[in-house]
């Protein structure tokens, strides 16, 4: 593998410290505190590599000043995928290893990179060699990695990697506690080596120079399963490398407690929550502890996941990788928007399963998205907790629910008062949104007395994942989870304005929002989305009309409103409004025919609607829509 650029230096040239000491004086504060970056200058095809390229002119031109890294091109559009800092330590670790910047990867997680290459190998049907020089195995719970992932692996300790011989048809995996300087090259019959690091977490160093198959299932791996090594934790290695004063997160005193009580008061649940790096690391936990649920229950039946094909693409490319790996268990669909309705297309599915004696695991977003709509909950609960047939005529095994409630997280879903309550249900949302106000990205999940008995599944998987929430998310939750609650209120308040004055200038805009009764219910969501009202004669002429007005809008509300308009998937912020096409960023990788490219926009409790609404206006005069 080609690295993009190459600095013909090494840490020990005087003038690159130099500069990464100039540059971490001069560091924007945005590059610590931000969630998800700059979408107007981030190039996804060129990832990383682009901000690399530009970074490294600065250095040669001696530009590190703030205003001048402010304006580098985002490295990625969210820090559980990576960041500028984990790029530039990356860069830097991949110098003092002599590879291309490719080829080293940062986690959050110690295991997990070993995880991922186990998940690559057994796919692939690859043996496994796991060397490590410590005085404790790498790996934690060794038990379930063999029975529930069926990871196979030959794991020894040696003293020095200078004892790994060499093997055919295997990888080799060499697991240390270096200090970051360390060059971790030393030995050939060394396909990748992770670094353990005490407050980073781990990175890996591929060695190989072909190993474009294996840079990319790590870092799949990384994006859909486990998180990117932290800013704050990225800045602590970097300070450690250019010798300057460093200082490690610790918990707040209550930090634990006080975030733990505002989960189970906003759900309403009354078991210990469990919290994780992201929201995709909590999902990921939650998902692996009903499917050893499943096989412990109900051994040999085949599991079935029910998600909707046009959810978030994480979960949707997150629960396929599952069922990929995983023998016996698949994907059942569950259509919920688009004039679907989510309970009649559940029990269609539920009755599927139950006639081939399955096993199934309901994942839903409640509210949905893009299109932001909520069922009839009693009669979801009704469905879910009906009792069915297998075609043998036994009665079929009961379905777990998984909520995902990330649009509306104060809704007790998880109380004894719920129409949930007889269904064992877990709900989870992601803390970058409401939780935090996009200060971090911490996920957490909590359960209803039925399904309470799961916890400590889903626990011990969160644990082997080593993808437990770190202090300064914490911290960070326990600041501002408090007042959740009220910002939830206000920001719908701004919402339900917005949609109406969008209502009164253009009636011929489709709007998806929920209704007055269902906001009376709780249901108070910050995001709505609209399709645009275009003629056409054929439906695909139709369709084609609206995205590319669409994509109009958003480009015209953020270019009128720089400084408040953002091109983002996120909402729940405290200030400014949020817009984007969900086909082109949350759906991801979603099949092209269940994406959805309506505009989807969020609203923060600081949002001046009237302004947008004129904005609005001038957009329909432009585009004679009015």
């Given at each position: 593998m080609q690295s993009t650029w190459y600095l013909e230096t090494s840490l020990n040239n005087t003038a690159l410290h130099n500069s990464i000491k100039t540059l971490l004086n001069n560091l924007p504060q945005d590059w610590v505190q931000l969630t998800t970056h700059r979408l107007d200058i981030y190039n996804e095809s060129a990832a990383k590599s682009e901000f690399l390229a530009e970074l490294n002119n600065l250095i040669a031109t001696g530009e590190l000043t703030p205003a001048k890294l402010d304006e580098l091109p985002t490295a990625y559009d969210y820090i559980r995928l990576g960041h500028q800092l984990s790029s530039l330590l990356e860069w830097l670790l991949a110098e003092i290893n002599q590879v291309a910047d490719e080829q080293v990867i940062t986690f959050a997680s110690k295991t997990m990179p070993i995880l991922a290459l186990l998940r690559q190998n057994a796919i692939e049907d690859k043996a496994t060699h796991i060397y490590y020089d410590g005085n404790f195995s790498p790996l934690l719970d060794e038990d379930r990695l063999n029975n529930v992932y069926g990871y196979q692996y030959q794991l020894t300790r040696v003293s020095s990697p200078?004892?790994?011989l060499p093997l055919e048809d295997a990888t080799v995996i060499y697991v240390t506690q270096q200090p970051p300087t360390t060059d971790l090259s030393r030995n050939p019959n060394i396909d990748a080596t992770i670094n353990l690091h005490d407050v980073l977490g781990s990175y890996m160093v591929i060695h190989a120079d072909d190993s474009i198959a294996t840079v990319a299932a790590v870092q799949h791996v990384r994006r859909r399963e486990s998180i990117a090594a932290s800013p704050v934790n990225c800045l602590f290695v970097l300070n450690e490398l250019a010798g300057l004063p460093t200082q490690a997160t610790e918990l707040e005193d209550e930090a634990a407690i006080t975030?733990?009580?505002?989960?189970?008061?906003?759900?309403?649940?009354?078991?210990?929550?469990?919290?994780?790096?992201?929201?995709?690391?909590?999902?990921?936990?939650?998902?692996?502890?009903?499917?050893?649920?499943?096989?412990?229950?109900?051994?040999?039946?085949?599991?079935?996941?029910?998600?909707?094909?046009?959810?978030?693409?994480?979960?949707?490319?997150?629960?396929?990788?599952?069922?990929?790996?995983?023998?016996?268990?698949?994907?059942?669909?569950?259509?919920?928007?688009?004039?679907?309705?989510?309970?009649?297309?559940?029990?269609?599915?539920?009755?599927?399963?139950?006639?081939?004696?399955?096993?199934?695991?309901?994942?839903?977003?409640?509210?949905?998205?893009?299109r932001v709509e909520v069922p009839d909950m009693a009669a979801l609960g009704e469905t879910l907790s009906k009792t069915r047939l297998t075609n043998k005529t036994n009665t079929a095994v009961e379905p777990t629910f998984m909520v995902d409630q990330t649009f509306c997280p104060d809704v007790k879903l998880l109380h004894g008062d719920s129409e949930l309550k007889s269904v064992k249900t877990i709900s989870f949302s992601s803390?970058?949104?409401?939780?935090?106000?996009?200060?971090?990205?911490?996920?957490?999940?909590?359960?209803?007395?039925?399904?309470?008995?799961?916890?400590?599944?889903?626990?011990?998987?969160?644990?082997?994942?080593?993808?437990?929430?770190?202090?300064?998310?914490?911290?960070?939750?326990?600041?501002?989870?408090?007042?959740?609650?009220?910002?939830?209120?206000?920001?719908?308040?701004?919402?339900?304005?917005?949609?109406?004055?969008?209502?009164?200038?253009?009636?011929?805009?489709?709007?998806?929002?929920?209704?007055?009764?269902?906001?009376?219910?709780?249901?108070?969501?910050?995001?709505?989305?609209?399709?645009l009202p275009v003629e056409a004669d054929t439906v695909e002429e139709k369709q084609s009309l609206q995205k590319e007005l669409n994509k109009k809008l958003i480009q015209f509300m953020i270019e009128r409103h720089p400084d408040t308009?953002?091109?983002?998937?996120?909402?729940?912020?405290?200030?400014?409004?949020?817009?984007?096409?969900?086909?082109?960023?949350?759906?991801?990788?979603?099949?092209?025919?269940?994406?959805?490219?309506?505009?989807?926009?969020?609203?923060?409790?600081?949002?001046?609607?009237?302004?947008?609404?004129?904005?609005?206006?001038?957009?329909?005069?432009?585009?004679?829509?009015?």
């Amino acid at each position: 593998m080609q690295s993009t650029w190459y600095l013909e230096t090494s840490l020990n040239n005087t003038a690159l410290h130099n500069s990464i000491k100039t540059l971490l004086n001069n560091l924007p504060q945005d590059w610590v505190q931000l969630t998800t970056h700059r979408l107007d200058i981030y190039n996804e095809s060129a990832a990383k590599s682009e901000f690399l390229a530009e970074l490294n002119n600065l250095i040669a031109t001696g530009e590190l000043t703030p205003a001048k890294l402010d304006e580098l091109p985002t490295a990625y559009d969210y820090i559980r995928l990576g960041h500028q800092l984990s790029s530039l330590l990356e860069w830097l670790l991949a110098e003092i290893n002599q590879v291309a910047d490719e080829q080293v990867i940062t986690f959050a997680s110690k295991t997990m990179p070993i995880l991922a290459l186990l998940r690559q190998n057994a796919i692939e049907d690859k043996a496994t060699h796991i060397y490590y020089d410590g005085n404790f195995s790498p790996l934690l719970d060794e038990d379930r990695l063999n029975n529930v992932y069926g990871y196979q692996y030959q794991l020894t300790r040696v003293s020095s990697p200078l004892d790994i011989l060499p093997l055919e048809d295997a990888t080799v995996i060499y697991v240390t506690q270096q200090p970051p300087t360390t060059d971790l090259s030393r030995n050939p019959n060394i396909d990748a080596t992770i670094n353990l690091h005490d407050v980073l977490g781990s990175y890996m160093v591929i060695h190989a120079d072909d190993s474009i198959a294996t840079v990319a299932a790590v870092q799949h791996v990384r994006r859909r399963e486990s998180i990117a090594a932290s800013p704050v934790n990225c800045l602590f290695v970097l300070n450690e490398l250019a010798g300057l004063p460093t200082q490690a997160t610790e918990l707040e005193d209550e930090a634990a407690i006080t975030v733990a009580n505002c989960i189970r008061d906003n759900t309403g649940s009354e078991s210990a929550p469990l919290i994780a790096t992201s929201g995709l690391s909590i999902q990921y936990a939650i998902l692996m502890g009903l499917i050893e649920d499943a096989q412990t229950q109900h051994p040999n039946k085949p599991i079935r996941i029910v998600l909707p094909p046009n959810c978030y693409g994480g979960t949707n490319d997150q629960s396929r990788r599952v069922a990929e790996l995983i023998p016996g268990v698949d994907i059942v669909d569950l259509l919920v928007d688009g004039g679907a309705d989510l309970v009649q297309s559940l029990e269609v599915a539920l009755n599927a399963v139950a006639e081939i004696d399955g096993v199934p695991i309901v994942l839903a977003e409640i509210p949905t998205n893009p299109r932001v709509e909520v069922p009839d909950m009693a009669a979801l609960g009704e469905t879910l907790s009906k009792t069915r047939l297998t075609n043998k005529t036994n009665t079929a095994v009961e379905p777990t629910f998984m909520v995902d409630q990330t649009f509306c997280p104060d809704v007790k879903l998880l109380h004894g008062d719920s129409e949930l309550k007889s269904v064992k249900t877990i709900s989870f949302s992601s803390g970058s949104k409401f939780p935090s106000g996009g200060r971090c990205i911490a996920g957490y999940c909590a359960a209803n007395q039925a399904g309470s008995d799961l916890m400590h599944l889903i626990s011990a998987h969160l644990r082997l994942s080593d993808n437990a929430a770190q202090f300064h998310q914490l911290n960070i939750l326990a600041e501002t989870m408090p007042s959740m609650p009220e910002r939830i209120v206000k920001a719908y308040q701004k919402t339900r304005d917005l949609v109406q004055r969008i209502q009164t200038i253009l009636p011929g805009a489709k709007i998806f929002y929920v209704s007055d009764g269902i906001a009376e219910r709780g249901f108070k969501p910050s995001v709505f989305s609209l399709d645009l009202p275009v003629e056409a004669d054929t439906v695909e002429e139709k369709q084609s009309l609206q995205k590319e007005l669409n994509k109009k809008l958003i480009q015209f509300m953020i270019e009128r409103h720089p400084d408040t308009c953002k091109n983002c998937v996120s909402y729940g912020q405290l200030k400014g409004s949020y817009w984007t096409i969900p086909a082109t960023s949350t759906q991801g990788t979603t099949k092209e025919d269940d994406k959805d490219y309506v505009v989807r926009t969020s609203v923060s409790p600081a949002t001046d609607v009237a302004l947008l609404a004129e904005s609005f206006k001038d957009f329909c005069e432009l585009h004679d829509l009015v």
